[in-house]
């Protein structure tokens, strides 16, 4: 196996990423270690008070297979971004999925067939525009059927949602339709990324406290039961022991070197690495990787990549199929040499690869295709 001479290698004992035959899997790749993503998901299932709180968030996996590794240890609740990963719950069986999004336009029409394909899935959906829920009962009212709706709120993100004064005008209108029913409160608190525990914990109440006032008047005025989805993973230890919420962290499942920087205080482990080769030699310090802008998230500035086996370089430069890279002091690399790295953003990572290598005790054993990276599957 090759790699970068200077990095520390016990022959007797391998770090924890390195693949044995590492010689068969061309690069980039991306490897998910089976082992470690069960760790994961066993670890957010202790983490809260019974695993009915749990909706995991599948944007982060896009995989029927890791998807359905959370099925087996119990998890029956989840929720998407797209169509196709709500699908994707839906061939696996999964019972419960929300639509983490308002679906507009054409969104509209898919959802439905979405219900009317996959009866044995309960699927539910977003709203934050009063429009909006009048054309999805419209819609399902043709067909005799009744939507599951979730308001949406801006707890201060300032992406989408509606505003908390706003929120019970909206759930009465809602109340009103006759082919829609309430089920409960969305709230995703992304603008709370404190990596101070104490300052998170503080920002999260706050926005917490916002949809409880919310729910109490929107229990006033029509006194129904309320279902509270919150958070994300940063947040996810604020929620997990909370009473009467479901927790929807998403990135967990994998973590990435973003997280484990800015959230230390969990225990998530890294999941997924990228591979990647040397593919040519610059001059004494200098070398260029194939890891380019089409093999790992480019949303952010440089570095965005963790190297494992290897220090002191530096990103200098990236391209759609290069990275160019320095080292501290002179390298002996040579092509073929291969560099394991974690990314700083492991969800957009995962839907730049068709299929993502598994590895289970160190060796690639089979593929997983990231069926929900396609806007549509069958619907």
């Known amino acids: 196996m090759n790699c970068i001479p200077d990095c520390i290698l016990n022959i007797f004992l391998m770090s924890w990423y390195e693949i044995k035959n590492i010689e068969t899997i061309d690069s980039p790749a991306l490897i998910l270690y089976e082992e470690r993503?069960?760790?994961?998901?066993?670890?957010?299932?202790?983490?809260?008070?019974?695993?009915s709180?749990?909706?995991?968030?599948?944007?982060?996996?896009k995989t029927s297979e890791v998807c359905s590794l959370m099925l087996a240890a119990g998890i029956t609740k989840f929720k998407c971004a797209t169509i196709a990963e709500a699908e994707m719950l839906a061939l696996i069986n999964a019972p419960d999925v929300l639509?983490?999004?308002?679906?507009?336009g054409p969104k509209i029409k898919r959802f439905l067939e979405l219900v009317q394909h996959y009866p044995a899935t309960k699927f539910s959906c977003l709203v934050d525009d009063a429009t909006i829920a009048d054309t999805i009962n419209t819609m399902f009212g043709a067909v005799d059927l009744t939507a599951s709706i979730f308001i949406d709120l801006n707890v201060g993100?300032?992406?989408?949602?509606?505003?908390?004064?706003?929120?019970?005008?909206?759930?009465?209108?809602?109340?009103?339709?006759?082919?829609?029913?309430?089920?409960?409160?969305?709230?995703y608190d992304g603008h709370v990324t404190d990596t101070d525990i104490v300052l998170r914990q503080q920002n999260t109440d706050a926005a917490?406290?916002?949809?409880?006032?919310?729910?109490?008047?929107?229990?006033?005025?029509?006194?129904?039961?309320?279902?509270?989805?919150?958070?994300?993973?940063?947040s996810f230890p604020m929620y997990a022991k909370r009473k009467n919420v479901e927790c929807s962290p998403g990135t967990f499942v994998f973590w990435d070197w973003g997280y484990s920087t800015n959230f230390p205080d969990q225990d998530f482990v890294c999941a997924a690495v990228?591979?990647?080769?040397?593919?040519?030699?610059i001059d004494d310090v200098t070398f260029c990787l194939?890891?380019?802008h089409k093999s790992v998230a480019a949303e952010n500035p440089q570095p965005r990549v963790h190297f494992l086996n290897a220090s002191g370089l530096t990103i200098i430069g990236q391209s759609e199929e290069h990275m160019l890279v320095k080292s501290a002091a002179p390298h002996q690399v040579k092509p073929g040499d291969v560099l394991y790295a974690i990314p700083w953003h492991i969800c957009p990572t995962v839907?730049?690869?068709?299929?993502?290598?598994?590895a289970q005790q160190q060796i690639i054993t089979t593929t997983w295709k990231v069926v929900a990276r396609d806007r549509s599957i069958n619907i």
């Not at 709180?53 to 996996?61: A, D, E, F, I």
Request: hydrophobic fraction near 50%.
């Open 157 to 187: 993100m300032n992406r989408t949602g509606i505003q908390p004064p706003a929120a019970a005008d909206l759930a009465n209108i809602i109340s009103q339709h006759k082919h829609l029913e309430l089920k409960g409160i969305h709230v």
């Open 290 to 292: 194939d890891l380019g």
């Open 37 to 51: 993503v069960r760790q994961n998901i066993e670890l957010a299932i202790k983490m809260v008070n019974d695993v």
């Open 99 to 104: 639509l983490a999004y308002q679906p507009v």
């Open 208 to 234: 917490f406290g916002k949809l409880l006032l919310v729910a109490d008047q929107i229990k006033t005025l029509l006194s129904i039961p309320l279902i509270f989805v919150v958070g994300g993973s940063p």
């Open 274 to 281: 990228l591979i990647t080769r040397v593919i040519s030699i």
């Open 351 to 358: 839907a730049l690869y068709e299929r993502v290598q598994v």
């Open 53 to 61: 709180c749990l909706r995991p968030h599948v944007k982060t996996n």
